[in-house]
């Protein structure tokens, strides 16, 4: 099988590369194949890179390129598509490129509460999430029984797709019948309409989300309460703090790294809460009081054809993007990691 | 509940390792003496915390058993149904119509996660074990590691232009000629866009791994004449396997999961290419209100391969994000 399989890979690439592909059995340097190839492309490629890369390129070269062309020829696209007056169902007129569509952007209040509940969700989601992530990974890394049971159930709503917690959680918030409206009765409070009511919406939304995704808050972290040196806890003992005080004094900052890290997925999550919206409203109406720039966008887009002003939308939504992954990358290539 | 029991050396190893290797009375003594405050306090948040994370589940799964109107309206959310409003109706109506969704599902989320894997695997091998100079290699690893975080939202656009423009229904011919349904075509687009999309995170998961590969044994083999390729195909590769379950896992969680790329590359929940998502985001939808027992129902039957696969690979799966 495996004799057929790489026999049938190099008749492949034989057929699609002519003759230079190197065979897989033979051992020899890339030096001796590229000689080859007549021209000397690699040769002067490995003058100019160094041999590691030409070798390394056949690898990380084709997913490159391919992330290259969706991710960033799309962005660049949509950019210039921004800059455009696209609308409905003629393609894009691209001699005439303004800013037209950002001015109209800035003057439209929807966009301006669509920024600002993007950013409060982003905020607010993240801080929670981080919040009881690291009291979940704290209860959980006190020696406890069935550890791995409870890491499991905690963990478990990450596994869910936004589609389907929008369903429970739509349930969860049912006026008449939802867990939680009948939770609170008991204490005497509500019923509350939590989905219809403009104020409350987005704080649901962000509870919502809190509980599918502090269990991953709480994976980082205890993979970093587990890298911290036994020694530390135990100088905080000899030092006589309470436990209270050694997690909040020795602990937690060095979990800073474990923060970052998980922050910055969790807003990646929060900035794709489109999905969870879309579910939660049911189709393209828009979320009244919990409109994202991500649902604002699609809307504009696929609802009303608006294609030049949903691509502003979306460049302003990847700026957002940008100021977060951006001080991440430099962090990143700071610490030595890129 | 006093100080001094929080004195006690009781997190001084921070793994419990160590209590596995105990014999049967040594954990009963173990368990005795934790009886106090300090425990019971832990055990109370710990198991609070447990309702918190499964209620939601558990009212949706009681509820998707009662009947609507009736079982739902008169029973508590959370309570199982009594025999009268009890009722499997909701799930065979769940399961016919998102049945050819599961399908249509795995035919693109599989070949779309071993790709994105493969590929992922491919670039992390050859931007971590290939030694070529630090200011080239930067911008490359940073473009990877920032299409992580890109909102797919910045791309939707040029992305649909993009598959419009793509003859891809004409190059796929024969399938149709094979009697597939054109609407299918749908499902190839997906593939692609996920595995674009995916590469760069499987890219970042695989990198943690390779750098934490022993150097000399792939400097021997280098040594001993192997090329680049070949040390992949005969070391990297096979030592890979543990993290290939993880990003095999994670990749396939969230392909699967994606309701996005299915609303605009294949857009609406009547063609025969749906996937699940989109089926599931628009059920139990009526002019008289919505059927939470049949949204409860289909919300578990497509959540199921993803339920199963976190259940039986969770511990898998926790250990490789943590790295």
Known sequence: ?338 | MSDAHLDEPDSTDSTDATDRTDGVADRIRDDLAGVDGYRVALYAAIVGMTVFFLTPIESGLVTAFKTNPGGISSTLPFAPPPPRFFTLEKWQTALAALGRGMVNSALYAVPATIISALLGSFAAYGLTQADWRARYKAPVLAMLVAGIFIPYQAVLVPLSQFWGAMPLAELLTPLWLLGVPQSYVGLVELTITHVAYGIPICMVLFRSYYRNVSEEMIEAARLDGATFRRVYRRIVFPISTPMFAVVLIYQFTQIWNDLLFALILVSTESSPAAPVVLILAGLGESMEGQDFALRMAGAFIAALPTLIVYIMFGEEFAEGVAT
């Open chain 1, 1 to 338: 099988m495996r004799d057929f399989l790489s026999r049938t890979r190099s008749r492949l690439r034989r057929a699609v590369f002519g003759a230079t592909g190197e065979s897989d059995d033979t051992v020899v340097t890339d030096g001796g194949t590229a000689a080859s190839e007549g021209g000397g492309v690699v040769d002067r490629l490995n003058d100019r890179f160094g041999e590691d890369f030409t070798e390394s390129a056949p690898f990380w070269l084709p997913p490159f390129l391919l992330v290259g062309l969706f991710v960033y020829g799309a962005i660049a696209w949509n950019f210039v598509i921004s800059l455009t007056d696209y609308e409905g169902f003629v393609g894009p007129d691209y001699s005439d490129l303004d800013f037209e569509m950002y001015v109209r952007a800035i003057n439209d209040s929807a966009v301006i509460d669509a920024t600002v509940n993007t950013f409060l969700l982003v905020v607010a989601f993240t801080a929670v999430a981080l919040g009881v992530g690291m009291v979940l990974a704290i209860l959980i890394d006190r020696n406890i029984r069935f550890e791995n049971t409870f890491r499991t159930i905690y963990l478990l709503p990450m596994s869910l797709s936004f589609v389907v917690t929008a369903q429970f959680w739509l349930w969860m918030y049912n006026y008449n019948n939802g867990v939680v409206n009948i939770a609170l009765g008991a204490f005497g409070i509500g019923p509350i309409n939590w989905i219809g009511n403009s104020s409350l919406v987005l704080w649901a939304v962000v509870f919502a989300l809190v509980w599918q995704f502090s269990g991953y808050t709480m994976v980082v972290y205890l993979a970093g309460l587990r890298a911290i040196p036994t020694e530390h806890y135990e100088a905080a003992r000899v030092d006589g703090a309470s436990t209270l005080k050694m997690y909040w004094r020795v602990i937690i900052p060095q979990l800073k790294g474990s923060t970052i890290s998980a922050a910055i997925v969790l807003m990646v999550f929060a900035l794709k809460a489109f999905d969870f919206l879309y579910s939660l409203v049911s189709g393209y109406r828009p979320p009244n009081g919990a409109d994202i720039l991500a649902t604002k966008m699609v809307r504009e887009a696929y609802s009303t054809n608006n294609w030049a002003y949903a691509s502003a939308i979306a460049i302003i939504l990847f700026l957002m993007a940008l100021s977060i992954i951006g001080p991440y990358l430099y962090y990143e290539y700071k610490q030595g990691n890129l």
